[in-house]
T-cell receptor, first 114, second 112 residues
Framework: DGGITQSPKYLFRKEGQNVTLSCEQN?????MYWYRQDPGQGLRLIYY???????QKGDIAEGYSVSREKKESFPLTVTSAQKNPTAFYLC?????????????FGPGTRLTVL | QKEVEQNSGPLSVPEGAIASLNCTYS??????FFWYRQYSGKSPELIMF????GDKEDGRFTAQLNKASQYVSLLIRDSQPSDSATYLC????????????FGTGTRLKVLA
């Protein structure tokens, strides 16, 4: 059963803590993405990766970090430098070589700062 | 700044009517266009994509693209209460990278 999984579903962070959000896909997709969604807002790109061991900053990368050591995995770390991290975080992937580059999303992680 | 614009709504339509959702984009280099449905608290679900001028139909959904006017729309025929959701328009800007720009979404309410 192919798809994108994200964990945990809910995450609570104390001030000053770093937390890592997991994203795994078994779709054999090359490109993976992290977005942030705030209430009533669209999706804003944090980081994306087109191939293993390579990634680029999106529009709001400050306070976040990523790694892409395996094709299947693209974890996102929310660092203490991110001043307002409470949001809904969405991981997505696309095959890149498919006809029209449809992008598919995982179920999301809702992060709350206590 | 590349942008994708949508009316935030809510757009209210009676059950059985046609819902028309609109989206404009600023980058003429945009290549593929996507419509996602997002229920409250859930992740976006791909409904349709379109890349050529004209109409593309899939069941009750029709996507329309006019590249000259930089305009893409989604029509939902025979709207059902279960169609009530936020609809996100997204544009694929390739230019050597696979980047996507999303609109802020239009909230649709189908009234029973």
């Amino acid at each position: 059963d192919g798809g994108i999984t994200q964990s945990p579903k809910y995450l609570f962070r104390k001030e000053g803590q770093n937390v890592t959000l997991s994203c795994e896909q078994n779709l054999n997709h090359d490109a993976m993405y992290w977005y942030r969604q705030d209430p009533g807002q669209g999706l804003r790109l944090i980081y994306y990766s087109q191939i293993v061991n390579d990634f680029q900053k999106g529009d709001i990368a400050e306070g976040y970090s990523v790694s892409r050591e395996k094709k299947e995995s693209f974890p996102l770390t929310v660092t203490s430098a991110q001043k307002n991290p409470t949001a809904f975080y969405l991981c997505a992937s696309t095959g890149g070589r498919s006809s029209y580059n449809e992008q598919f999303f995982g179920p999301g992680t809702r992060l709350t700062v206590l | 700044q590349k942008e994708v614009e949508q009316n935030s709504g809510p757009l209210s339509v009676p059950e059985g009517a046609i819902a028309s959702l609109n989206c404009t984009y600023s980058d003429r280099g945009s290549q593929s266009f996507f419509w996602y449905r997002q229920y409250s608290g859930k992740s976006p679900e791909l409904i349709m994509f379109i890349y050529s001028n004209g109409d593309k139909e899939d069941g009750r959904f029709t996507a329309q693209l006019n590249k000259a006017s930089q305009y893409v729309s989604l029509l939902i025929r025979d709207s059902q209460p279960s169609d009530s959701a936020t609809y996100l328009c997204a544009v694929n800007i390739v230019s050597g990278t696979y980047k996507y720009i999303f609109g802020t979404g239009t909230r649709l309410k189908v009234l029973a």
